[in-house]
Structures are given as C-alpha cells and as structure tokens.
C-alpha cells in the first residue's frame, strides 16, 4: 500500500438467521463508464432499484500492493514493486472475475508506482498530473479501467498526498483550467514537504489556485474511469504530526473535486490516520487505515507478527467510528495463498476472523491465480462474508486485551456475533460467558466458519485453541437478561490511595470516575455483596485514551492483571468483563495500577448470580 515505501526503493517500505444475514453480502452491482444520465420520469424507473449508496458496506476486493512490496522468489524478479504491470493486474482481474466475483469482491486496486519506472522515475503530464509508465501499462489508464469493467468489476487507482516534487518543474508547470495558475500558486513559498515520506511539497489552500490542481487530477482520474482512489500518506498519521503533515485540507479538497466530476469514486485514506481526527475522515472520506502496513516487506507477504497481531490492539479504540459511508480499514487480507502469506492455517483464520467482525474492507492482496484450497474457503465463507456485509455492527473486544480474548456485537435481530481469540504461543482455553454479552442461561451456537450448529450451551461456551487460533460463532439467546448490581467507582463508600483521584466525566454514569491511577495508586470497592461464592464476570466501564493495564484482585485473593484496550480518547466509556471470584456476602475488589499507569474507572457492574 505504500505506507512505508514510497520515495526512497530500499525503504521497509447459521441457523435461519445466519440464512437471512446471508442476503447481505450483495453481489457486485453492474459497472456504468460513464456518470449518471440524467433521470428519466418516475414512471419509467417504477421497476428499478435506486443505486447503492457508496460505500453503504466495506468494499471488497484485490490490491497489487502486497505482492509489489514483498521478497517472496519470483514476485518482483525485475527489481523492487516490477510486479506491478499492466499484464499482472489484468490475470488477477481475470481471476478474480472467475473465482471471487460472485462472493461480492469487485474493486481491482492499483497501487503505487503506476506511472514510475523500474528506476522509481516518475512521469507527468503537461499540467503536473501523474502519468502512466509506457513500460509498466503501454495501453495507458483508462484502457486497463476499462477492460476491469468489461469483467463486470470496479477499477481503483492510487496518488499520494501533496504535489509530487518532480511534479514541481521550478514553478513554471500550468495548472489545467486555471488561466494564470502554476505550480508555483499553490504550494508554500518555502516549498516545505508533507505526507509520510516528505515526498511532495505541501499544498496551500489558502490560495485559489490550489483546488483547481485538485479538480484537475480528480477530472482525470474520472475521466478515465475509475471508481475507487486511495490517497495514500496522509496526515496527522502516516508516521507524522504536525501543521506541515496536516492534510486535512487536502482530503477536504479531493472530497469536493470528486463530487464536482459527477462520478462516485470511493475516497480511501492511508495511512495510520490520527484518531482525533476521526470526524474529519468520516465527513470527507469513505475509509481510514487505522495501522501501519500489514505487509512485512520480508520472503513472504505478512508475518503474524509484523503486523498481522497488532490489529486486536488498534483496532478497539476505532470501532465506534465505523458505519455506513466510512469504515475503518485493518489493510489488506493475505490468507489465501498458504507459504507465501508466511502465516499458519489457524493464523490465517483468525487474521481473516478480525477482519470479519471489525467490519474492515475485505480486499486481499494475494495471488488470485493460485489461491489454496483452504485460502479460498477463507475467502468465500459466505456466513463469514455476511458477517462484514450485513447489518452487523462493528465487533469489539467484551473481555480485556489479554492473550486470550472475546469479541462480540449484538445484531439488530438480537443474536450476537461473538469471536474467541487465541493470541497466545501455546494452545489454549478460551471462554465466552453469557455474562458478558448481557445475559445468562441457555443459548443456542452455531459455527460460522465450519457452517456446524454445536448445540445449546448454558452460560458459556468454552473452546481450546491453538496457538493464534479462533473461532467464530452466532450466538441466539434462550435465557434471560442479566441482572447485576452497580457500584459508582467515585462512592464516598471506596477506597482511593495514592494518586487516585476523583474527576468530572461528563460521559460517565455518575458524572465522575476515578483517575489518577498511577504508580500505585488504587481503587478498592467496598461492601460489594453477593449472594453466594463464585466466578463473577464483572463489568468494568473506564476511559482510556490508550491501552493500559491494572491489576484487579478481590479481598486478599490472588491478583490478575489485565490490558484494557484504548476508548479512543480521554471522554469516551466503554466496558470489558473480568473474572472475579467472590465469596458469599461482603467483598472488596481492588483495582492497583502497579508500577505503571491503569484506565479511568467510571464503575463496576456486579452480576446477582455467578
């Protein structure tokens, strides 16, 4: 994707209701070359359905990206990101056309370097726009667009953030449809760069000539017949901060040029984009990579952990950002293509599994002409495919970011989408209790990725794991809501030493919680009374605008420390569930931050039964 890699080569750079969920993932609607006609009367149209909305789900797809940026023998034998050619993308477009079309994948993304040569020497047109390599794509842009729709499928294409530096040519390059506009009207005097590779010269939009370069590459890219853009090295993110990385502005700019060309072109972002400006991206774009690379730019495509594992603790803090319009993107999805992906088969399922369940765009970076056997059931799981592209909320983490982990939405038809992790070295056991999903008693299981019902489960279920392992399940209650006791983390009643102090939270319960836990500091909730001894899954409402650990203990009885993932900022509350064995009758359960910083608690919620 060319997060890291851009200018300098050698950089690092179901039962019935699965049934039903089914009819969400929608196959790929029919591409027009050309905008919109205008509207005929309504009569006319009384049979047709309206067009979707763009990016109404996350898009599904292929990008060249992970095969230009990966060693693996015979990938890039030309020299670093050869793959990308004109010939490659149109065999994976074949390919995906034959084996993944009819699952919904649709968009055929073409990533960076498309008009550099083998060398990385860009070329530009007269007015400073990026122009296709005669090497690389001889037939030129819009002739490889149009051979993707003619397979019934959408083109996507690739520019980075600013004004490209070779693209400058001492100020003197005319801007199009701009009468006396230059190169030179619409960077900073000082020339300073931006994006994350300090690529291109930054663009000041304080300057009317500005958004005319915008319109005119935006005008190109349509009228050569695209539909998707990644706009890659944006800021604050991608590696930067600061005003000379904030391209907010350009994003704003692309948002307004795309709609004024008539053409609904999905506005991508990339990459590591700051999440205190998530309105932002949400207002001017239709998705957001949250991470860095997936790629580890290594012999293979990935490796589990450069930086496949870093997902289950980035991906929290975003989730409540996702929906219609805009979705957070986890980066591409290499499972189908066995050693050269460098995962095992349980890696690749729970790497597929999160993917899932976050609601992340599914387009995958792999070789389509050699998918696996196992990749390509990964890949067409058409319950798991429904799960992303349904009315499925985004999933998040309802127990702590500890080695092993549960992940769950509730469906707007009241069953939930509930994932078990194994994110630990070793095999090993991993519990989803109906506690916390909100209530108790019997459920009904079915296996998503194995299309298994398992039968009815009362108050958990519990499966053991390999290493890296997962399972994903739907889950349909048949017992009760739960019933549980609150306790304020600022009661007068508590315990608070050290640092730990009470503060104002507009968003939390009581409008207060408990901060300041730090360096042992703690929180003791007293007086917290069960009817009998047990294993309660407590729930713990906290803010933390970054993941933190605390160590949490009841009475003298042995201390458990668990990472809480981030709330995405210092005003929002969310909740995890952590095990707490009681005795019968009045308990204390401590919350210690230990040697470094723990979350905000805002409160506990105490089940009356365990």
């Known amino acids: 994707m060319w997060s890291s890699s851009y200018s300098v080569l050698p950089a690092r750079a179901l039962t019935a209701v699965v049934v039903l969920a089914l009819t969400a993932a929608a196959a790929p609607a029919a591409h027009a070359d050309t905008a ?114 003619a397979k019934g499928l959408k083109a996507g294409i690739y520019l980075p953030a600013g004004l490209e530096k070779e693209a400058y040519g001492a100020g003197k390059v005319p801007v199009r449809n701009a009468d006396g506009c230059t190169t030179a009207d619409i960077v900073y005097d000082d020339l300073r760069t931006t994006n994350g590779w300090d690529s291109s010269y930054k663009l000041d939009f304080a300057r009317p000539c500005t958004q005319k370069y915008i319109d005119s590459q935006a005008q190109l890219i349509a009228d050569w017949g695209y539909d998707f853009l990644k706009l890659d090295g944006v800021g604050p993110g991608s590696g930067k901060s600061g005003d000379q990385y904030d391209n907010v502005a350009d994003v704003a700019a692309w948002h307004k ?209 390999p290493a890296h392992g997962s399972r994903l399940f739907t889950v349909i209650p048949r017992g009760s809501a739960l019933t549980a006791t609150a306790y304020e983390a600022e009661s007068p009643a508590n315990t608070l030493t050290g640092n730990a102090s009470r503060t104002g939270c507009s968003t939390c319960s009581g409008g207060t919680k408990v901060g300041n836990l730090y360096l042992g500091g703690k929180l003791r909730f007293n007086d917290v009374v069960v009817a009998r001894a047990g294993t309660y899954w407590v729930k713990v409402a906290y803010v933390s605008g970054d993941a933190r650990s605390v160590d949490v203990y009841a009475n003298t009885g042995g201390v458990t420390r668990h990472k809480f993932p981030s709330t995405g900022d210092w005003g929002t509350v969310e909740t995890v569930g952590v095990p707490v064995t009681l005795k019968a009758g009045s308990n204390t359960i401590t919350f210690d931050s230990g040697p470094g910083y723990a979350p905000d608690i805002d409160r506990i919620d105490v089940p009356k039964s365990s």
């Open 257 to 465: 040029a795309i709609a004024a060309t008539g053409r609904p072109i999905h506005l991508e972002l990339s990459w590591s984009l700051d999440i205190g400006h998530a309105a932002d991206w949400k207002s001017y774009s239709n998705g957001w990579r949250i991470d860095t690379d997936v790629e580890c730019y290594c012999n293979t495509l990935v490796s589990w952990e450069n930086s496949v594992d870093d997902r289950w603790d980035d991906a929290p803090a975003w989730t409540r950002h996702a929906g219609p319009g805009g979705w957070n993107d986890l980066d591409a999805l290499d499972v189908g293509n066995g050693e050269m992906d460098g995962l095992t088969k349980a890696e690749r399922q729970s790497y597929a599994t999160l993917w899932a369940i976050a609601k992340s765009p599914l387009y995958t970076g792999d070789d389509l002409t050699r998918l696996d056997s196992y990749g390509l059931s990964l890949l067409t799981n058409r319950e798991v495919i429904a799960v992303n592209q349904g009315a499925t909320p985004p999933a998040r983490p309802v127990t702590p970011s500890d080695p092993q982990q549960v992940w769950a939405a509730k469906n707007p038809d009241g069953t939930y989408t509930v994932a078990l992790f194994n994110l630990a070295d070793a095999p090993a056991a991993v519990t989803a209790d109906w506690s916390t999903l909100g209530f108790t008693g019997k459920a009904a299981v079915r296996d998503l990725w194995n299309h298994e019902n398992l039968g009815t489960y009362k108050n958990k279920v519990t499966q053991t794991l």
């Open 36 to 149: 919109p006609a205008p509207a005929a009367p309504a009569a006319a149209h009384a049979d047709t359905a309206p067009a979707p909305a763009l990016a109404a789900k996350p898009y599904m797809g292929w990008s060249s990206w992970s095969m230009q940026s990966s060693k693996y023998p015979g990938l890039n034998p030309d020299g670093d990101y050869s793959y990308l050619t004109e010939v490659n993308v149109l065999k994976q477009t074949d390919a995906m056309a034959a084996k993944l079309k009819k699952y919904g994948y649709e968009y055929v993304n073409i990533d960076a370097g498309w008009w550099r040569d083998s060398t990385w020497k860009p070329g530009f047109d007269e007015y400073g726009r990026q122009k296709a390599d005669p090497v690389r794509f001889p037939s030129g842009m819009k002739a490889v667009a149009d051979r993707i729709h």
